[in-house]
């Protein structure tokens, strides 16, 4: 399974941005997707999951209300929307997969800034 994140860049505080994660190899193989991010100086965090059928959702609590996931398995792809960007929004974001055999897959990140 190979991810490929897109989509970051640079946003103003209050502003939207959205993130797309397009998958490709086994990805009969993915049950659950999911964003992380990791800000300078801290620990990778989960921001938001899907299950495979996109019928379960979980997100941190510091983004419920404001970001969105959601799955497209006709398009081997997930989104993250988000609204009302904090500057504490800041990170490296993170598309992470995990098949039925609990194997994990990773893309290379992409840049999320947001300025006050």
């Known amino acids: 399974v190979q991810l490929v994140e897109s989509g970051g860049g640079l946003v103003q505080a209050g502003g939207s941005l959205k993130l797309s994660c397009a998958a490709s190899g086994s990805t009969f193989s993915i049950n659950v997707m999911d964003w992380y991010r990791q800000a300078p100086g801290k620990q990778r965090e989960l921001v938001a999951a899907?299950?495979?059928?996109?019928?379960?959702?979980n997100y941190a609590d510091s983004v419920k209300g404001r970001f969105t996931i959601s799955r497209d398995n006709a398009k081997k792809a997930m989104y993250l929307q988000m609204n009302s960007l904090k500057p504490e929004d800041t990170a490296v974001y993170y598309c992470h997969a995990r098949t039925h055999m609990w194997a994990h897959y990773w893309g290379q990140g992409t840049q999320v800034t947001v300025s006050s």
């Open positions: 899907i299950t495979n059928d996109a019928g379960n959702t």
